[in-house]
Nanobody, 122 residues
Framework: VQLQASGGGLVQPGGSLRLSCVAS????????TGWFRQAPGKEREGISG????????YYADSVKGRFTISRDSAKNTVYLQMDSLKPEDTAVYYC????????????????WGEGTLVTVSS
């Protein structure tokens, strides 16, 4: 059982990145998936999530309108498309899977991927 996040990198302000979260050993059609990030010197925050059955989504106010979460069931992968990136989006991004009562309740997730670093800088 494994969850793997990837796709981070260095991007200029206003640019885009797409993060991937690939699951093995379990299905993301069954588990809710959340994206979290932790900026230097700050606590980890939940920024997005997707429901496994009906596909409803959640976005934190800080990313709403700029980030889009989606799922490809055939690839057992959840994506986080990040557009109009800002320097304050610089953080290590994590994906998690589980059955949380709300997407930001990180203690309620069962599986975590290793983080992927996103740096937004000119």
């Amino acid at each position: 059982v494994q969850l793997q996040a990837s796709g981070g990198g260095l991007v200029q302000p206003g640019g885009s990145l797409r993060l991937s979260c690939v699951a093995s050993g379990f299905s993301l059609d069954v588990y809710a998936t959340g994206w979290f990030r932790q900026a230097p010197g700050k606590e980890r925050e939940g920024i997005s999530g997707i429901h496994p059955s009906d596909g409803t989504t959640y976005y934190a106010d800080s990313v709403k309108g700029r980030f889009t979460i989606s799922r490809d069931s055939a690839k057992n992968t959840v994506y986080l498309q990040m557009d109009s990136l800002k320097p304050e989006d610089t953080a290590v991004y994590y994906c998690a899977a589980g059955f949380p009562t709300w997407y930001t309740f990180e203690d309620e997730y069962d599986y975590w991927g290793e983080g992927t670093l996103v740096t937004v800088s000119s």
